[in-house]
């Protein structure tokens, strides 16, 4: 149709939007699987992988079976993996040593991935939920999540992760002091070059739900974590907490949960600079297949945009429980 009415726009934006290559050629952010961080759930057993039915697509492996994933994960080029232990609740106490037993779940797995795929890192959880009869990351005394005790307790946990071969250390406690008593401790015992990526703005959130059920914690928790993860209404105290912890001598800091909280992950990387991670965490995953298995979404394709989103936002990596589906994809 020949046009009648002038001026048209010189400004035309949607010239960059003509093809694919003009499009690569424009393109601010991309995700590559260099970005990708891998949670997995390890049980007890042998050649044991168990459907978490909250969570579809994702599994609970006996340690046989997390090595050959680890294996897999990194013939994909995913550069860490992320430990989460299903403990026995005959193994769940008040004084949760299980936390700091050389040979627990997390422990021996992280030995048997070091032996069978040396490249990948592997990354920790640093908290009591798993090994506490309350199911809190905290000791509770009188009803109360004391801190200090709490911290000692995760300085163990610590130095027995860094002695089976941990490259970074993962703090979800919300504990105050712990960056800095574990890296004193971290340095004390010659473990110089183990990095610690605090969960230092982790907010008191019900995308966890999936999760609980994961670890089986849902059953052992009582009450919430109000008293000791962030209120989500808030958003100048996660800067503040992620200077302290940088301060305390963390490496990295991460967000949690990831996609309702894009705003703390902007503005924290503005203003530090510092690596950013986000954990797009079990309900944001399971809400993505669920739409996905009722075929109300393309789950492949809001995967990939959702991880972008990241990017976008200023993180320089995700812990996602899609890490394998979308290296897959990425690798073509
Ligand atoms: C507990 C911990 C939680 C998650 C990671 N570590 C749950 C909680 O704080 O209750 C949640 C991860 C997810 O939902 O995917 N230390």
């Not at 992320?82 to 627990?104: G, Q, V």
């Not at 001598?249 to 600079?273: Q, S, W």
């Not at 009722?294 to 972008?308: C, F, H, P, T």
Request: with cysteine; proline share 6%; charged share 25%.
């Amino acid at each position: 149709m020949k046009p009648t009415i002038a001026p048209y726009p010189n400004a035309r934006f949607r010239r960059a939007r003509q093809s694919e290559s003009i499009r690569g050629l424009v393109r601010e952010n991309t995700l590559t699987v260099n970005d990708l961080i891998w949670p997995v759930f390890v049980r007890d057993g042998e050649g044991i992988e168990e459907p978490v039915p909250s969570m579809p697509g994702v599994v609970r492996r006996s340690v046989d079976l997390i090595a050959a994933a680890a294996v897999e994960a990194q013939a994909l080029g995913i550069p860490a993996i992320c430990l989460f232990p299903y403990t026995d609740p005959s193994l769940k106490t008040e004084d949760c040593a299980e936390a700091w037993s050389p040979d627990n779940l997390s422990n021996r797995a992280i030995r048997a991935i070091k032996a069978a795929a040396p490249d990948i890192a592997v990354m920790t959880d640093v908290a009591l939920d798993p090994y506490n009869i309350d199911g809190h990351d905290g000791y509770v005394v009188d009803g109360e999540i004391v801190n200090d005790a709490t911290v000692e307790a995760l300085v163990k946990m610590t130095l027995a992760q860094a002695d089976a071969g941990a490259d970074i250390i993962g703090p979800s406690d919300m504990m105050d002091g712990r960056i800095g008593a574990m890296r004193r401790a971290l340095e004390n015992a010659g473990h110089h070059n183990v990095m610690i990526l605090s969960y230092a703005a982790k907010y008191a959130s019900a995308f966890y739900g999936p999760f609980r059920d994961a670890v089986g914690a849902s059953g052992a928790l009582k009450g919430d974590k109000k008293t000791y993860q962030m209120d989500p209404a808030n958003s100048n105290e996660a800067l503040r907490l992620i200077e302290r912890d940088l301060t305390e001598g963390a490496d990295m800091v991460m967000i949690k949960p990831g996609m309702p909280y894009l705003d703390i992950c902007r503005r924290v990387k503005d203003t530090f600079g510092a690596p950013t991670y986000a954990y797009q965490v079990s309900g944001e995953y399971a809400m993505i297949q669920a739409a996905a298995q009722n075929g109300w979404i393309d789950g492949e394709k809001v995967m990939l945009e959702s991880l972008l989103a990241f990017k976008r936002a200023g993180c320089d990596g995700v812990l996602t429980y899609f890490a394998p589906a979308a290296a897959r994809i990425l690798n073509g």
